[in-house]
């Protein structure tokens, strides 16, 4: 009898691990930026393109699939190695608010073991409390569901993300108040 039951709890805590969905794996950081959010925006949106393979020096090539400028809409492809691991992606930009928000999204691909292509990324900007020439940036990137391949390395994945949330903010601080912004 104590064998069936536990046959059974190890059956079920295997299926819960693996064919139910994973929780989203999401890393958050903010950073006062003392330079004013028109500044701070256009580094992260209006320029995106020249600007965010300094701010992820993991992105290894970066190309508009949309003419025009940085708008809701705008689709791109990046080659991004990370840890040794070479990833394809497209996104599109979601939410284009100027001197407040900018917002894109990765759009799925057949053979993403990672599923890193269901990303999201989110730039909050709001004034900072002490100051107006001062702006809080907050950044969320969230992957909204491990491949169950992934998920026994949950836990590790999470930090990482978590650290190259807090990464890239500080590397956008950097390079805007070094006068390195375009």
Request: aromatic fraction near 12%; glycine fraction near 6%.
């Amino acid at each position: 009898m104590p064998f069936k039951i536990l046959r059974r709890s190890v059956k079920h805590g295997l299926k819960t691990m693996f064919l139910s969905p994973s929780k989203p794996v999401v890393g958050r950081s903010s950073v006062i930026i003392r330079k004013p959010a028109e500044e701070v925006f256009r580094f992260i949106g209006e320029d995106f393109f020249e600007n965010y393979p300094k701010w992820s020096p993991e992105v290894k090539n970066l190309k508009a699939l949309s003419d025009g400028p940085v708008r809701a809409g705008t689709l791109a492809r990046q080659v991004r190695v990370d840890f040794g691991y070479r990833s394809e992606s497209e996104f599109r930009v979601l939410e284009f608010q100027k001197y407040q928000r900018f917002v894109c999204a990765g759009v799925g691909h057949v053979g993403d073991i990672l599923r890193m292509s269901a990303f999201r990324c989110v730039y909050d900007l709001t004034e900072a409390p002490f100051s107006e020439s001062c702006t809080c940036v907050a950044f969320t990137f969230e992957i909204p569901e491990l491949d169950f391949m992934m998920r026994p390395f949950e836990k590790p994945v999470r930090i990482v993300i978590q650290k190259g949330a807090e990464h890239s903010l500080w590397n956008i601080k950097g390079l805007i108040e070094r006068g390195k912004a375009r």
